[in-house]
Structures are given as C-alpha cells and as structure tokens.
C-alpha cells in the first residue's frame, strides 16, 4: 500500500504543478496583451497575483471574443481539486493532522 500512496502522491503533485503552471502562463499572457494597449500608468506587473479577477474582467472588456479567460478558470478550477485530493491521499495515506502518543 506504501508504494501504491506515494505513486499516487507523485500523480497528483505533478497533476498540480502542471496545471498551475499552465495556469500562470496564461495569466502572464494576457497581463502583457492589457498592458500593451493601456499607458505605462495603468500596466500592472504580471507577478502582481491580488488582481487576477480584475484582469479578467478586463481583459473580457477590451478583447470581447478572446477565450484566453475561460481557459485559466478552468484550469484554476481544475488545480484546487487536485490540491485537495492531494492532501487529503496523504492524510488517507500517511495518519492523520496530529499524531498521538500514548
């Protein structure tokens, strides 16, 4: 059983990282399309991760067709299982949030 835990451990942890990363690369793309058609006042930094709904928005406002959008709300959606999944295969795995001794 400990072999099968850390395989699906290492599944999901990659299944994450990927999708956060793919995630994060999005994002960073449409940052640069809004601040390239905005002035140097109103850019904001790509790494600046506290306004991701407002780029969002935004970008939905000055680019009406573009699915860019959806397709980081989807992979965003899809990440937060796999992060709970992962956490909760460790706990299933590995005991519980605190040990016990007695």
């Known amino acids: 059983m400990q072999v099968g835990c850390w395989i699906a451990i290492a599944a999901l942890c990659v299944a994450y990282v990927s999708l956060m990363i793919a995630t994060s690369t999005s994002y960073t793309r449409l940052v640069d399309r809004i601040n390239a058609t905005v002035p140097a006042d109103q850019r904001i930094s790509a790494a600046n991760r506290s306004k991701v709904f407002w780029v969002l928005r935004r970008h939905a406002e000055m680019f009406p ?38």
């Open 65 to 102: 067709g573009n699915r860019e959008p959806l397709r980081i709300r989807v992979l965003g959606a899809l990440a937060l299982p796999a992060l709970v999944a992962t956490a909760g295969l460790l706990l299933l795995c590995f005991g519980s949030v605190t040990q016990s001794t007695r």
